[in-house]
């Protein structure tokens, strides 16, 4: 089965740049988005189609995916920033999606 | 804008059979296709699979045939339907729109409704 790798946990200052991976085998290959999903809410998108940023989300947030590892990062994190992080990744030629295990990004 | 609205039982006797229905509101749910996703307590999300208009839908293997998916455009909704439920199927169940199915990510989502499984 495939399957996609999230480090559990990510620390960053604020101010700094916080960088989340995701790996996979191949995932260049595929189409690669992001979640943001903060205590008790529902997720909400902040990267689509691997380095698109929805209407209204804030420029800091960018993302990459090339080879093995697809990349969030956010700079100049807030600390509104603090919150998990779910990569998504689409395969066509299966039509199935799989999400990583998610990260939870600590901003001290 | 368009919003989702999940219902549905929040209890459920293991080995029996779960049903939520998504409303969609704010939209035509002619024009996308829909997603469940679902996320155990302190765990992460799951895929559970996605539904065209017309009624075709594709499941995560995972699931072992458990899931069916309807959708009812009269009404403006789609539905899931979870057979065999067991205490491992307790999670928040969320309904999302794929924006666009040729490259798949969810850009609205409903709050989630729970669902545990406990006799």
């Known amino acids: 089965s495939y399957d996609l790798t999230q480090p559990p946990s990510v620390s960053v200052s604020p101010g700094q740049t916080a960088s989340i991976t995701c790996s996979g085998d191949?995932?260049?290959?595929?189409?690669v988005c992001w979640y943001q999903q903060k205590p008790g809410q529902s997720p909400v998108l902040v990267i689509y189609q691997d380095t698109k940023r929805p209407s209204g989300m804030p420029e800091r947030f960018s993302g990459s995916n090339s080879g093995n590892t697809a990349t969030l990062t956010i700079s100049g994190t807030q600390a509104m920033d603090e919150a998990d992080y779910y990569c998504q990744a689409w395969d066509r030629s299966t039509a199935l999606v799989l999400f990583g295990g998610g990260t939870k990004l600590t901003v001290l | 804008q368009v919003q989702l609205q999940e219902s549905g039982p929040g209890l459920v006797k293991p080995s029996e059979t779960l049903s939520l229905t998504c409303t969609v509101s704010g939209g035509s749910i002619n024009r996308y296709c829909w997603s469940w996703i679902r996320q155990p307590p302190g765990k992460g999300l799951e895929w559970i699979g996605y539904?065209?208009?017309?009624?075709?839908?594709t499941h995560n293997p995972s699931l072992q045939g458990r899931v069916t998916m309807s959708v009812d455009t009269s009404k403006n909704q789609f539905s899931l339907r979870l057979t065999s439920v067991t205490v491992a199927d307790t999670a928040v169940y969320y309904c999302?729109?794929?924006?666009?199915?040729?490259?798949?990510?969810?850009?609205?989502w409903g709050k989630g409704t729970t669902a545990t499984v406990s006799s």
């Open positions: 999302a729109r794929v924006a666009e199915l040729d490259y798949y990510y969810m850009d609205v």
């Open positions: 191949e995932l260049g290959n595929k189409y």
């Open positions: 539904i065209y208009p017309s009624g075709i839908s």
